[in-house]
């Protein structure tokens, strides 16, 4: 399964490198705290939509009909494997011996696990289509000082949030601090500054240059491999060499003529970058080197960002108040169950 970057000039191609990045690391949290199916789905169809406007839909199909059987077996074994003893038994998968329960509660729960998976997985996706491999590595790298008042105002918004998202996750534990209630709010407020600053200081340090150049390699040369191997097979392929026999021992005799070509041409483009990039003195001093570009945040970056925290505290205020699974809900209440 190769993904590779796909040109183009929609908004997600427009997006910062490191809003990409913010986006797609909050997919997994909104993914822990969504756990209804249905919401899940139309937020996963919503992030597909908005996908197949940037690449086309027969790549991203293509990639992600790789990992739905992988997904939809987690999802079975959650259904057949976690009942739940309390809930509402429908009927048995294998009925003859009795085998296999299936009940409502884990038949929605592993539903809605599914999408929460795939949900993730194309997130990753649409990241690596539409952020080129040297502006992601350029995302990740730190890029000047920081003013004080843009570290004072992220620390403060980021500690709001995190204030926020603690009263909506531990509020038993705040609540069963043997304090005052004021008293249990400053104390959760003072830890979300310091959360917050940690978090600021962690993010804005940024990778070191010389990881951010090997990164920055790999990510652009792993197409190539990719290409070089297929050629490779072609080539065994083309003079009559079965590369996929049947027998196992023919098939790791098969495994090793392959690999040997792949492995020495890999060897040898290593060796080639290597000369390049001394030849550009990359070694000398690197840390005062500057950038072509550097990265500004744009309106539509900030509009990208309010939305993925919204859907991240919208889950979080109905994981607080039970509302998490409305899917549950509303079929027991349209059966009577």
């Not at 004080?148 to 603690?166: C, D, H, K, N, R």
């Not at 600053?197 to 070191?208: D, K």
Request: charge should be positive; hydrophobic fraction near 50%.
């Amino acid at each position: 399964m190769t993904i590779e970057y796909q040109r183009g000039t929609s908004t997600l191609h427009q997006l910062d490198p490191r809003t990409k990045l913010l986006i797609a690391f909050t997919f997994t949290f909104i993914a822990l705290s969504i756990q209804d199916p249905i919401l899940s789905a139309v937020i996963f169809f919503s992030l597909r939509g908005l996908g197949t406007t940037a690449v086309d839909p027969k790549i991203v199909n293509q990639n992600l009909r790789q990992v739905v059987p992988v997904f939809l077996m987690f999802g079975l074994f959650n259904i057949i494997f976690r009942p739940d003893p309390n809930g509402v038994f429908l009927f048995y998968l294998v009925p003859h011996f009795n085998l296999a329960p299936i009940i409502l509660e884990s038949l929605i729960a592993g539903t809605g696990l599914f999408f929460r998976f795939i949900m993730i997985v194309l997130a990753v996706h649409l990241l690596l289509y539409t952020t080129p491999p040297t502006d992601m590595v350029l995302g990740l790298t730190k890029q000047g000082k920081n003013s004080t008042a843009q570290t004072v105002w992220v620390t403060v918004l980021l500690a709001v949030l995190f204030f926020i998202g603690l009263n909506l996750t531990v509020s038993d534990t705040i609540t069963d601090l043997p304090l005052t209630t004021p008293v249990q709010q400053t104390v959760v407020a003072l830890a979300a500054l310091v959360i917050g600053a940690v978090t600021y200081n962690l993010a804005s340090r940024g990778i070191p240059p010389e990881i951010a150049m090997g990164l920055s390699i790999g990510f652009a040369t792993l197409g190539l491999l990719t290409q070089q191997a297929k050629q490779i097979t072609d080539a065994q392929q083309a003079r009559g060499y079965d590369v996929r026999p049947k027998n196992i021992v023919a098939r790791i005799r098969v495994i090793v003529a392959l690999i040997l070509p792949i492995f020495f041409a890999t060897i040898q483009r290593a060796q080639n970058i290597a000369v390049a990039i001394q030849a550009r003195a990359f070694d000398y001093n690197v840390k005062l080197r500057t950038y072509r570009r550097a990265l500004i945040f744009k309106r539509m970056d900030y509009l990208s960002m309010g939305i993925m925290v919204s859907l991240l505290l919208g889950g979080l205020t109905l994981s607080h108040f039970g509302l998490n699974q409305p899917t549950e809900q509303l079929v027991k209440a349209i059966f009577g169950l």
